[in-house]
């Protein structure tokens, strides 16, 4: 699946569990991690991202894997840095 099929995907993922009357959230294009299975996408609401408020900031939003050898999403953690997921990823997930 290419990049911006699998961010659409991505998007509607965090959109529809994370339902919000107040904002949407969206990917943070500028910290995007490509593997070399697929991409780490983190997210933050939309009102933070254009306005750099902390206010607006969400808390606990850990950061969405999307495994492009079988187009699946992952949700990670936030106990770690985001390297720490991405080789527990790549060690014990199976396609």
Avoid at 18 to 23: R, V
Avoid at 38 to 43: E, L, Q, T
Avoid at 59 to 83: K, L, M, Q, W, Y
Wanted: proline share 3%; no cysteine; charged share 30%.
């Amino acid at each position: 699946m290419k990049y911006e099929a699998a961010k659409k995907l991505v998007s509607e993922f965090i959109n529809l569990r994370l339902e919000s009357d107040e904002d949407e959230f969206v990917i943070d294009d500028e910290e995007v991690i490509e593997t070399d299975f697929g991409w780490v996408f983190p997210y933050n609401s939309k009102k933070f991202l254009e306005s750099g408020e902390l206010i607006y900031a969400l808390v606990g939003n850990a950061p969405i894997i999307f495994d492009n050898r079988d187009e699946t999403i992952h949700i990670t953690g936030t106990s770690h840095d985001v390297d720490y997921y991405i080789d527990q990823h790549k060690t014990t997930y199976i396609p």
